[in-house]
């Protein structure tokens, strides 16, 4: 259900574009819009492993610096049938993880120096059952290409206002243009969040199905979103959807409908049928 939402939403990003395209530069402005777009998002798509690991000075652990983590994933890979990706530590009391990398041969998993003191040995199995079931599901192409969609749609928005919509404003339709070029992004950010946040969905589900063990997904869930609270993880906007849970952006506001992920009550929900694990919950 949750791949089928997906579909409906990035074909709802695309069909922004064709109308937004429409009314501002025809068909060589949405495909000149989205070519710059996929231009730029070219580079992160084969690269933002590098970066978000960089950017968080995440530090490469071999199987004897690590061998709790190098059990699970290992057992897990093989359930799932993916190669076994490359393990990183974040040196930050912050409890959180994240899965990088394009396609399942090029993947890495992350993990806090937080989230290791915190969760116990099946809560950890979830959390990184959660992180492969996000590569074998190939999100980051799937975020690559609503990132794209939406930054094509605001790009042509942007583009088409102030350079490609003069004709039309003089002919009176200088409102019409303002909307579409504060609404047609709006909708496309919208529809961008409602993608990680399925996905996220998605690999709760998976994650819970490779391990058999719901419950522990839940209980590391709660714990993570308590904790993290106390000791946040200071994020940027462009590669927070990657972690478990959200970490802290600076200048958030409208948490819950700006998110990219949904509320963890709403997750823990869906996996055990009941909001809260401990009695405390997000």
Do not use: C
């Amino acid at each position: 259900m949750n791949i089928f939402k997906t579909a409906i939403l990035l074909t709802g990003l695309t069909l922004i574009l064709v109308l937004a395209g429409e009314y501002f530069g025809g068909e060589g402005g949405a495909l000149l819009a989205f070519a710059v777009a996929a231009a730029m998002n070219f580079f992160s798509y084969f690269y933002s492993d590098k970066i978000a690991l960089r950017m968080y000075r995440a530090q490469a652990v071999t199987r004897d610096q690590l061998p709790r983590v190098y059990a699970v994933v290992e057992r897990l890979t093989g359930r799932a049938g993916i190669p076994m990706p490359k393990i990183y530590v974040l040196p930050t009391e912050s409890p959180n993880a994240f899965a990088t990398g394009r396609n399942p041969q090029h993947a890495s998993v992350a993990v806090t120096h937080g989230i290791l003191a915190l969760l116990n040995d099946d809560e950890l199995e979830g959390v990184l059952a959660h992180e492969l079931s996000h590569v074998r599901n190939r999100d980051i192409l799937t975020s690559s290409i609503a990132a794209t969609l939406a930054g094509a749609i605001t790009l042509l928005a942007r583009m088409a206002f102030w350079f490609g919509g003069v004709e039309r404003r003089r002919n009176g339709g200088m409102i019409g243009a303002i909307l579409m070029l504060l609404l047609a992004p709006l909708a496309a950010m919208l529809i961008q969040l409602w993608v990680s946040r399925t996905r996220e969905f998605e690999a709760d589900a998976s994650g819970a199905h490779l391990t058999g063990n719901p419950y522990a997904l839940a209980s590391a869930l709660e714990k993570i979103s308590g904790v993290s609270k106390r000791v946040p993880l200071a994020a940027s906007a462009s590669n927070a959807h990657m972690f478990i849970i959200a970490p802290l952006l600076s200048g958030q506001s409208f948490a819950n409908l700006f998110s990219t992920h949904p509320p963890v009550r709403e997750r823990i929900q869906r996996l055990i049928g009941r909001p809260s694990v401990l009695g405390a919950g997000d």
